[in-house]
């Protein structure tokens, strides 16, 4: 593709991005080989990310910004369909059908996260909502903790699958959010990019949010 290179995804974004693949990935080993310190520690960890991720989506830089890439059904089936016919990618942050994975995804992390302080197998992992939480609500948190998971781990496939298939297409996804910069034609205008001082902030009001959930406990 000819134009120049922009800078797409600012360094909150991608260090979100980057730092909810190795939490996912602690906290599934940590779960598997029950480490309920390391797994509680990742979870919060989690919450604190995917809270400030949120922050981000409606305070940070443009392509950050849910309002920027949420879009409609249709425009999202009509951009599946430009990339079957393999149409160029000329989008400067999450294209139409992505920016709905990044919501599916966010919901599920956060909610993994919100119902893992109410789970309790009576055996070694205790979340700290549990001492104020009847059995039935512990119960339930336990099923719909592990059932989440699940769903997490096939919408992950899913998203790696969709990578796969633009990659096939020539659409190179995995650069970009590893670089910050992507090639874009020249009347694609660069985006608005927020400074790292608000990311700071939010960061700290989302870490503060979810420790405090971890002491209450």
């Known amino acids: 593709m000819s134009g120049r290179r922009v800078r797409?995804?600012?360094?909150?974004?991608?260090?979100?991005?980057w730092a909810t693949v190795a939490l996912v990935a602690v906290l599934w080993a940590s779960e598997r080989w029950n480490w309920m310190g390391l797994h509680v520690a990742a979870g919060?960890?989690?919450?604190?990310?995917?809270?400030?991720?949120?922050l981000w989506g409606l305070a940070g830089s443009e392509t950050a910004r849910f309002a920027r890439f949420l879009r409609g059904p249709r425009a999202a089936f009509g951009?599946?369909?430009?990339?079957?016919?393999?149409?160029?990618?000329h989008e400067a942050g999450h294209n139409a059908a992505g920016g709905w994975m990044v919501v599916a995804l966010l919901i599920l992390l956060g909610a993994e996260c919100l119902i893992g302080v109410f789970v309790n197998n009576d055996v070694a992992d205790a979340g700290?909502?549990?001492?104020?939480?009847?059995?039935?609500?512990?119960?339930?948190a336990t099923d719909l903790h592990w059932w989440l998971f699940q769903a997490l781990i096939a919408a992950v496939a899913l998203h790696l699958a969709a990578?796969?298939?633009?990659?096939?297409?020539?659409?190179?996804?995995?650069?970009?959010?590893?670089?910050?910069?992507?090639?874009?034609?020249?009347?694609?205008?660069?985006?608005?990019?927020?400074?790292i001082g608000r990311a700071l902030v939010l960061a700290a009001l989302a870490a503060a949010a979810a420790l405090a959930v971890l002491w209450y406990g």
């Open 8 to 17: 797409v995804w600012d360094l909150p974004v991608r260090l979100f991005h």
């Open 44 to 54: 919060t960890a989690l919450l604190a990310l995917v809270l400030f991720r949120v």
């Open 79 to 89: 951009h599946l369909r430009e990339v079957a016919a393999g149409a160029a990618d």
């Open 128 to 140: 700290p909502f549990t001492n104020i939480a009847p059995a039935w609500v512990m119960n339930l």
């Open 163 to 195: 990578i796969a298939l633009y990659a096939a297409r020539g659409q190179n996804l995995v650069g970009p959010m590893l670089t910050g910069r992507k090639r874009l034609p020249e009347d694609v205008p660069a985006p608005r990019m927020a400074g």
